[in-house]
């Protein structure tokens, strides 16, 4: 099974880290060094393309956003290997997965495409103007405009969207529950907006100073700001803050597992949470900078290093052995 995180690094305009100094790009599994430590969690280091961010997981494949060359790539989870870059399929804002085929957008060129997850072919493609973040639900498709401060819905085989609202200035990311689309803005400095799904009216529910992220995970919403080093808790039902912190590291993405949520961050470190407290159960430095908002697929954590053109699979069972959970 997938679990992947809606977080995104800022894909419209993401902030440099100076590149770190690499020996050698690694593809498979880390030993122990001679001092007796534990080895890095990191098992792999895939050198997929230039400029990863977003990564998305089908049943034998993940697929990463190169945002440095608007294509999108395949990892070979068996071995770690990638693939060369699908043609004819432009991305530079976001990809996701869905049942038998992903979707990627891009920005510039106002396109949205669909493309067969076993084949790589180009099934669909719907111009849309400034398409950005997505939302899958089953043979659906939910996309932010942020140009055009509307939501739109697209569906297999359809040429043309088949709802768009207006949704308020700016919407960027978004999360759905049952009844309702969480919608991020960096309007006015940063608010959440709830876009009602079955009467489509929109409310504003509050101000989150710098917020740009919103994810659906163990049973909350959770919003990050990564500006500013912050995460608020809120209840999905009703969009009340249920608690919130005040972080040492610039969160990039957030996606639970095993009773935990995990946080990406800029500075290189891999952070998993008790979701109730929000309590730090474990920090692992994965040595890499500039994380990308992670995926669990294939028994592992995938993020990536933009900076170094990584992609990285990480062991987090090694984390939990190093914490004594």
């Given at each position: 099974?997938?679990?992947?995180?809606?977080?995104?690094?800022?894909?419209?305009?993401?902030?440099?880290?100076?590149?770190?100094?690499?020996?050698?790009?690694?593809?498979?599994?880390?030993?122990?060094?001679?001092?007796?430590?534990?080895?890095?969690?990191?098992?792999?280091?895939?050198?997929?393309?230039?400029?990863?961010?977003?990564?998305?997981?089908?049943?034998?494949?993940?697929?990463v956003e190169l945002h440095r060359?608007?294509?999108?790539?395949?990892?070979?989870?068996?071995?770690?290997?990638?693939?060369?870059?699908?043609?004819?399929v432009p991305v530079h804002c976001?990809?996701?997965?869905?049942?038998?085929?992903?979707?990627?957008?891009?920005?510039?060129?106002?396109?949205?495409?669909?493309?067969?997850?076993?084949?790589?072919?180009?099934?669909?493609?719907?111009?849309?103007?400034?398409?950005?973040?997505?939302?899958?639900?089953?043979?659906?498709?939910?996309?932010?405009?942020?140009?055009?401060?509307?939501?739109?819905?697209?569906?297999?085989?359809?040429?043309?969207?088949?709802?768009?609202?207006?949704?308020?200035?700016a919407p960027f990311d978004m999360?759905?529950?049952?009844?309702?689309?969480?919608?991020?803005?960096?309007?006015?400095?940063?608010?959440?907006?709830?876009?009602?799904?079955?009467?489509?009216?929109?409310?504003?529910?509050?101000?989150?100073?710098?917020?740009?992220?919103?994810?659906?995970?163990?049973?909350?919403?959770?919003?990050?700001?990564?500006?500013?080093?912050?995460?608020?808790?809120?209840?999905?039902?009703?969009?009340?803050?249920?608690?919130?912190?005040?972080?040492?590291?610039?969160?990039?993405?957030?996606?639970?597992?095993?009773?935990?949520?995990?946080?990406?961050?800029?500075?290189?470190?891999?952070?998993?949470?008790?979701?109730?407290?929000?309590?730090?159960?474990?920090?692992?430095?994965?040595?890499?900078?500039?994380?990308?908002?992670?995926?669990?697929?294939?028994?592992?954590?995938?993020?990536?290093?933009?900076?170094?053109?990584?992609?990285?699979?990480?062991?987090?069972?090694?984390?939990?052995?190093?914490?004594?959970?």
């Open positions: 099974m997938v679990n992947r995180s809606n977080s995104r690094l800022g894909t419209l305009g993401l902030p440099l880290l100076p590149v770190a100094l690499l020996a050698g790009l690694l593809a498979g599994c880390q030993d122990d060094g001679d001092d007796g430590k534990s080895s890095s969690p990191v098992i792999a280091t895939i050198s997929a393309g230039q400029g990863p961010i977003i990564l998305a997981a089908t049943d034998d494949s993940v697929w060359e608007d294509r999108v790539a395949r990892i070979e989870p068996q071995d770690n290997k990638p693939e060369s870059p699908l043609p004819g976001d990809i996701q997965a869905a049942e038998e085929s992903v979707w990627a957008t891009i920005h510039a060129q106002n396109l949205v495409t669909r493309f067969d997850a076993e084949t790589g072919e180009v099934l669909q493609q719907v111009p849309i103007e400034g398409p950005c973040l997505m939302e899958v639900d089953g043979r659906s498709v939910w996309i932010t405009s942020p140009d055009t401060g509307r939501l739109h819905r697209l569906v297999e085989g359809r040429d043309n969207p088949v709802e768009s609202y207006d949704v308020g200035d999360a759905a529950t049952e009844d309702s689309m969480w919608i991020t803005s960096e309007a006015d400095g940063g608010v959440l907006r709830r876009f009602d799904l079955a009467a489509h009216e929109v409310t504003t529910v509050g101000a989150f100073p710098l917020v740009d992220t919103v994810v659906l995970a163990s049973g909350y919403l959770w919003l990050l700001a990564r500006d500013a080093g912050r995460i608020w808790k809120l209840d999905p039902s009703t969009g009340r803050v249920l608690d919130q912190s005040k972080l040492s590291l610039l969160p990039t993405g957030l996606v639970e597992h095993e009773e935990l949520v995990w946080l990406t961050s800029q500075e290189g470190v891999l952070t998993s949470i008790d979701p109730e407290t929000l309590e730090v159960v474990s920090d692992a430095d994965l040595g890499h900078l500039t994380l990308g908002p992670p995926i669990f697929a294939f028994g592992s954590l995938w993020t990536s290093a933009l900076d170094e053109n990584l992609v990285l699979r990480v062991d987090v069972a090694q984390i939990h052995e190093s914490t004594g959970r």
